[in-house]
């Protein structure tokens, strides 16, 4: 289906639970609050017309304001793909897990913790394992985050 | 080598002995920097011009340099490709196990001071002479092979100074 | 008698050769032994585990065949330089030989012995 196809079918099916976020990229961006994820993952791992068995990845970011998650799927099926993300204010900033509807999610979630801190409910391992074994400086890819050697890009 | 190294001292006493030690320094820094043989190790993108370099085009061949998998069995180290704060220490104990004598070459923007890596992370160690000794340092991201190539000849223009006395 | 002299001086040269490259050589090279470059290689990180793991015993057979037939081999080459002189019994019992040898080779091809993986 297109892309705008592809938009109208979502916005249909969601009504509530989903908002479209202008990006003027290729592929659609949506909106969801953090209590309807994992229902959206599974409606739309099963929903015949979509049939998202991908998941590509799940990026977490900081803006400076909030944290926000970023789900990106795909279909190897119908060879669609699209973006969905949930905003987290910074305190007891907490998700979700959609292992039991990717269950390669595992790693992404644990990653998102580990450099985030934001808490993966219903993870089962969020231990660290990217950064070295001897790591106690906390989240680094916040943006309150600090150490002795790290320096940030000077402003121009 | 207990032997050997009061052997210099002793030899030069004796008149004519400094002509018999500068031969021996000659003959053996020559052979030592003819037969440089130096430790797979790529880590990132200069590994690719590390291999480039030791293809058919920029031989390292032609210098005595062939590559060995083991530390046991190289003189150098070539550090190519970024080295994160997780791998510092197996690189600390590769360079450890290796034998002497044995020389670094920090190749590309990364071992030499963090390169493009230098702001804004968190997890790559700055420069890979906060873990081991360097000797040479190449600049580049990556160094074009001719570059790495210059650096090799330079350390073997070091090597080819050493003198019997400075032997660990 | 004479010309056992000759292995004799060949035998102490050998065994010289082997003494006095290694003395030189054990004198001349540096030496500096510590505990992480004794330590065993495992690419760098410490090491973990037993190194005396169970071998597949694949490698043992394998070795097996190649030294039957390798002492065959032996065998065969006197045979072969004095063919000449032998008559045709010596061809028919070589033959015999080599027949009774291709049996064994091929009730282990059938075994599957061969077959690496």
Known sequence: ?156 | MGIVKKVPVYLEKIPGGSFVTTTLDYVFSQSRASSIWYMLFGTACCAIELMATGASRYDFDRFGMIYRSTPRQSDLIITAGTITKKMAPRLKLLYDQMAEPRYVIAMGGCTVGGGPFYYDSYAVEKGVDHIIPVDIYIPGCPPRPESLLEGCLALQKKIKREKMNDWS | MASYAAVLVFLLLGIGLVLVTFLTARLIRPANPYKAKNQTYECGETPYGDSWVQFNNRFYIFALMFVIFDVEVVFLFPWAVAFNQLGLFALIEMVIFIAILIFGLVYAWKKGVLKWV
């Open chain 1, 1 to 156: 289906m297109t892309r705008d196809e592809l938009v109208t079918y979502i916005q249909d099916t969601f009504k509530d639970t989903v908002g479209l976020l202008e990006t003027g990229r290729a592929e659609p961006f949506f909106m969801i609050k953090p209590e309807d994820i994992l229902e959206f993952s599974r409606a739309i791992k099963d929903d015949p017309k979509l049939r998202m068995d991908w998941l590509n990845c799940i990026s977490g970011v900081d803006t400076g304001e909030h944290f926000e998650v970023v789900y990106t799927v795909a279909s190897v099926q119908t060879k669609i793909r699209f973006d969905y993300k949930t905003v987290l204010a910074y305190d007891n900033a907490e998700i979700e897990s959609v292992q039991s509807v990717w269950p390669g999610a595992n790693w992404h979630e644990r990653e998102v913790w580990e450099l985030y801190g934001i808490n993966v409910k219903n993870h089962g391992n969020l231990t660290r394992f990217l950064l070295p074994d001897d790591w106690d400086q906390g989240h680094p890819m916040r943006k309150d985050w600090d150490a002795p050697d790290f320096k940030r890009m000077p402003e121009k």
